[in-house]
């Protein structure tokens, strides 16, 4: 899975193989850093921004999303309450909805990747 690639808007290429890798990096002399964690990798990507590097806000939410706890599903961030939110089964997708106003997360092929969706919707 990629989180960004090198292209117009990124200096950085970050993906998921066997660890969390920054391919072609320029921050380190072998031009590959891999760590273990996403937070590890946060923490590279702000070097990267301190330096200058084009890093995608897109990457950093979605890290930051993919973060949280499993089970964890954030709040709307329109009216900011918890436990208002309901999946929705659209056909054969999913989606996250708040009851209170209505905002609705991307569809998604299951539950999860419909949590995973809203909370990265709602972290930007």
């Known amino acids: 899975m990629s989180f960004c690639k090198k ?3 990124s200096d950085v290429y970050v993906f998921v193989g066997s660890k969390i890798e920054c391919n072609d990096c320029s921050l380190v ?4 850093f891999t760590c273990e964690t996403l ?3 946060l923490e590279h990507l702000k070097q990267h921004s301190l330096a200058g590097h084009k ?6 939410c979605s890290i930051k999303a ?3 706890p499993e089970n964890y599903i954030l709040p709307c961030f329109h009216c ?3 436990g208002t939110l309901e999946f929705l089964k659209l056909g054969e997708h999913f989606q996250v909805q708040c009851k209170d106003c209505g ?5 998604a092929s299951n539950r999860e990747v419909a949590k995973t969706f ?3 919707v709602m972290i930007r």
């Open 7 to 9: 292209g117009k808007d």
């Open 29 to 32: 002399e072998d031009y590959s």
């Open 39 to 41: 937070p590890e990798m």
């Open 66 to 68: 993919d973060c949280l």
């Open 103 to 107: 905002c609705k997360g991307p569809l």
């Open 118 to 120: 809203w909370n990265r």
């Open 55 to 60: 890093v995608p806000k897109k990457a950093i």
């Open 80 to 82: 900011e309450e918890e």
